[in-house]
């Protein structure tokens, strides 16, 4: 027997909690990819061995899974779902600048190249070609 006092048509609360419950799940996937590519960025330690992991090509896979989802569910999402993935990117996008940026050193010298001879402290300074200040 139906109750009088129901305002929703029947299948109309199953529809709300499934629609609720995808976008939890929508919320937990964008969530876990940005936090795989913060721990990618070395941003974040590993949460099982404590230490921080630094390979700057995954990360860069994850936030382009994240931007794909963005391309492909465009006008799709609840406003809620659509901001959270919208910040997500552009946090990741600006940690992903400054992992880069701090890892701008020279690369390692192949066994085949002898290392170079270090520099005196005057020749240090005309070496350098970049220098950032904030």
Do not use: C, W
Not at 5 to 28: C, E, I, K, V, Y
Not at 42 to 65: M, N, W, Y
Not at 85 to 100: D, G, I, P
């Amino acid at each position: 027997m139906s109750n009088s006092t129901d305002t929703n048509p029947p299948g109309q609360d199953m529809r709300l909690d499934r629609d609720a419950m995808m976008s939890a799940l929508f919320a937990h996937m964008v969530t876990q990819q940005a936090n795989l590519a913060m721990m990618l960025m070395g941003k974040v330690a590993h949460p099982e061995s404590g230490k921080t992991i630094r390979d700057l090509e995954a990360a860069q896979l994850f936030i382009d899974q994240l931007e794909m989802l963005e391309v492909k569910t465009k006008g799709n999402l609840n406003k809620n779902e659509e901001a959270l993935l919208k910040q997500s990117l552009m946090n990741l996008r600006l940690a992903f600048v400054e992992a880069a940026d701090s890892t701008d050193a020279p690369p390692a010298t192949t066994p085949a190249q002898p290392a170079p001879a270090p520099a005196k402290p005057a020749e240090e300074e005309s070496h350098k070609k970049f220098s950032k200040k904030y």
